[in-house]
């Protein structure tokens, strides 16, 4: 099940943002003035190979490979950054979030689940 992290930063003069994790997928969510959601990433198959949909108001959807910045011998790890975009398996993608995200509040999760539904469309 996905928990609230309430930690995430909230950097001054950015979108407010919420984090969620669980063992099989991290949710970041972005609101804009009148608490709408303007942005949300969920960062799947954690650690190498992972993978990152994310989808904006302005953009829409997109997918992602995250390079972890693991790997590089004799450097500290570097900056997680979201590479070439990859294909994705949507349906999979939205069986996965529907199992981990059933406790999410009611609003967001319809919202997060609809915006899966159009990338398999």
């Known amino acids: 099940m996905l928990k609230e992290v309430h930690t995430a930063k909230q950097p001054i003069g950015e ?4 984090w969620f994790e669980s063992p099989q997928l991290d949710l970041y ?3 804009g003035g ?10 799947y198959n954690k650690g190498p190979g992972e993978q990152a949909l994310t989808w904006s108001r302005d953009g829409g959807l997109s997918h992602h490979a995250v ?24 349906a999979e993608l939205r ?10 509040e009611h609003d ?5 689940i609809h915006q899966l539904a159009r990338s398999s469309t």
């Open 15 to 18: 979108p407010r943002r919420r």
């Open 29 to 31: 969510v972005w609101y």
């Open 34 to 43: 009148e608490d709408e959601v303007i942005q949300f990433q969920i960062c």
């Open 67 to 90: 390079d972890d910045g693991e790997g590089r011998v004799f450097h500290m790890k570097s900056t997680p950054v979201l590479s070439a975009s990859t294909e994705f398996d949507s």
């Open 95 to 104: 069986a996965l979030f529907e199992d981990v995200a059933r406790k999410l």
């Open 108 to 112: 967001l999760y319809e919202f997060i």
